[in-house]
């Protein structure tokens, strides 16, 4: 299976202030019977953000939310495949 990706664009703001624009590709590829799914992000902060919203606190936000997703996509894929 050749892989298959999933690109688009991002605008995150804190109370309207947009702190950061990125831009999100997310690839599936398959080997073995196995999907592997690679994420990468591309970002552009916004001058005059919000201090306390360095890159390190937003990679722990994005790793916190990705955890999430995968969750769920695990809870949506046990239930479809019963």
Not at 11 to 34: L, P
Not at 67 to 78: A, E, R
């Amino acid at each position: 299976m050749e892989s298959e990706r999933i690109v688009y664009d991002e605008v995150c703001d804190v109370n309207g202030v947009t702190f950061h624009r990125a831009r999100q590709t997310v690839e599936f590829t398959e080997a073995a019977g196995k999907t592997t799914i690679s994420i990468r992000g591309e970002i552009e902060l916004v001058p005059g953000r919000d201090p306390r919203l360095t890159l390190e606190a937003m990679r722990t936000g994005w790793s916190d939310g990705w955890n999430d997703n995968f969750d769920k996509l695990g809870l949506y894929v046990t239930a479809a495949t019963r």
